[in-house]
Each structure stands twice: as C-alpha cells, then as structure tokens.
C-alpha cells in the first residue's frame, strides 16, 4: 500500500491550497481515509476525514479547520483531496493523509485507527 501526498508549499495568509493523496495497493472505496497534521514540537493531529462508501462517506473536519477545508474523494482516481482555503499562520504543518479499515466513528480523530500513512507534505502560511 502506497498513500502519496502533494500539493503542499509556502503560501500567504489568506491563500488557499489543495493538498491531494493518491493511493494504491488497497480498495480505495473500503478504506476511511483522513488528513492529520503535526507542527513543530507539536503532537500529530487530526484535521479531517471521509469515510468509505460503505459506512456512507461522511465527512468531518476539526472544529479549528472547520468551514475553511474541506475533505472530499474521487475512487475513480483513488484520491482523496483536502481543499484549504483562508489559510492562517497556525495551519503550517507537515500535512499527513491516512487510510484505515473498518475505523469505527469514536475513533476517526485517532491516529492508532489507521493503518497506513503517507510520507506528509509540508504547508506553511507566512503572515
């Protein structure tokens, strides 16, 4: 299983970017996925998620992202995007996407429900 991760860079408070993560080796519409971040001296956390189809693709975001990303899929390219919009300085981070089985609701903001990651893409947000 490979999760690939892109779109990140350095950007001006108030831009937007699109991060997006490609994924092979697995079932792409059995499979949750998520987008986590981690800054600097900070632990991993979580931003967003999509379920799979079967669980019916709902999407939830951290409150501290909400009504400014948003998480969305595409299985016939088997990726997942996360459009970011009204970027603050406080969004810099290693962007990670993340792709579990079988993760149930009460643990899609936890890191230990996922079985693989991507290797991150940087986003950093100059005031």
């Known amino acids: 299983v490979q999760l690939q991760a892109s779109g990140g860079g350095l950007v001006q408070a108030g831009d937007s970017l699109r991060l997006s993560c490609a994924a092979s080796?697995?079932?792409?519409?059995?499979?949750?996925m998520g987008w986590f971040r981690q800054a600097p001296g900070q632990e991993r956390e979580f931003v967003a998620v999509?379920?799979?189809?079967?669980?019916?693709?709902?999407?939830y975001h951290a409150e501290s992202v909400q009504d400014r990303f948003t998480i969305s899929r595409d299985s016939a390219k088997n990726t997942v995007y996360l459009q970011m919009s009204s970027l603050k300085p406080e969004d810099t981070a290693v962007y990670y996407c993340?792709?579990?089985?079988?993760?149930?609701?009460?643990?899609?903001?936890?890191?230990?429900?996922?079985?693989?990651w991507g290797q991150g893409t940087q986003v950093t947000v100059s005031s």
């Open positions: 080796g697995l079932t792409f519409s059995t499979y949750t």
């Open positions: 993340a792709a579990g089985r079988g993760v149930i609701l009460s643990s899609i903001r936890n890191n230990d429900a996922y079985d693989y």
């Open positions: 999509i379920r799979s189809r079967s669980s019916g693709g709902h999407t």
